[in-house]
């Protein structure tokens, strides 16, 4: 193991070197381009521009590079990790979930740009479970101007049943329901339920079968443990989890040590599955009946 976080550390290392030469490169140009260029009467710009364009290319290399290399963490190291934790557990690095399934989940709202990799599939505890990075843009346009918005950034949790549920439900934050049509908002006894999470259903009478005093407290725990960026969905037999952590899970980060304390990280992230099938009872038989 240590041999092996040698190596990505000595790559990932050089990289960050070449990108710091890319960068100063850039930042020596913009400087010295308007007092150069003057006192120079111009002839001095073909230069700058020449380090200008080179900093750039060198950057770009670089960031490409490390990419490749967290690219070749992930599937090289972080499988033999997963596997310690989830035995049998399939890694993709490259395939995610398909956007139109995440959509019609409901758990996020449709954004005009939709990415997925690093996807997991396997089963704890008899549930099965998959779970992938998401990342959704909004593409804003203001005149001649364009900007794109993160609207997400974290990973989305699906877990696979054996029956159906009697209701499609939807937990989510207050605010996502602004433009949800042909659903029911469900009002239950808990005020303070009810302030912080907001749930829609196709079948208010049943989806109290599933939204019992206890569980709604399991949801409410996880709500504040995930700062209120979590949501869920009941959909059919599949239960879907959403997480805006704002970071792409198991990506290397440039200019961040790469040691045990990282792995660390990457295994609390990994027992995220754990805990919702023991947070919620999964494996119980309220689910696999």
């Not at 041999?3 to 070197?17: C, H, I, M, P």
């Not at 308007?34 to 290399?61: C, D, E, H, K, N």
């Not at 740009?113 to 346009?141: C, H, I, N, P, W």
């Not at 009941?234 to 959403?242: E, M, P, R, T, V």
Request: glycine content about 6%; overall charge positive.
């Amino acid at each position: 193991m240590d041999k092996d976080l040698r190596y990505f550390n000595t790559k990932k290392q050089q990289y960050e070197t070449i990108t710091i030469i890319g960068y100063i490169m850039l930042g020596i140009c913009f400087v010295l381009w308007i007092p150069v260029g003057a006192t120079s009467r111009g002839t001095m710009i073909p230069l700058l521009a020449i380090g200008f364009i080179g900093g750039g290319t060198i950057s770009a290399y670089a960031t490409k590079g490390f990419k490749n290399l967290s690219n070749e963490f992930k599937t090289k190291y972080l499988p033999n990790e997963i596997n310690k934790i989830y035995p049998n557990c399939h890694y993709d690095v490259t395939s995610g979930f398909d956007k139109e399934e995440v959509y019609q989940s409901k758990v996020l709202s449709r954004q005009d740009r939709y990415y997925s990799e690093d996807l997991m599939t396997g089963e704890y505890e008899g549930v099965s479970f998959q779970s992938a990075d998401l990342k959704l843009q909004d593409v804003r346009k203001s005149g001649k101007s364009t900007k794109v918005v993160t609207v997400f950034l974290g990973r989305v949790y699906k877990f696979e049943f054996n029956k159906r549920f009697k209701s499609n439900i939807i937990i989510n934050q207050p605010n996502f329901f602004k433009h949800l049509f042909g659903w029911n908002r469900v009002k239950t006894e808990s005020t303070k339920f009810n302030s912080e999470l907001s749930i829609y259903s196709d079948n208010e009478h049943e989806a109290f079968y599933i939204l019992t005093p206890h569980f709604m407290d399991r949801l409410l725990e996880l709500d504040e443990h995930y700062r209120n960026k979590i949501s869920f969905s009941f959909i059919n037999n599949h239960l879907y989890i959403a997480i805006n952590s704002k970071q792409d899970t198991f990506d290397l980060k440039m200019f961040r040590p790469l040691d045990l304390s990282i792995l660390e990280e990457y295994r609390k992230q990994l027992m995220d599955i754990k805990d919702f099938v023991y947070h919620l009872n999964l494996d119980q038989t309220l689910f696999k009946d």
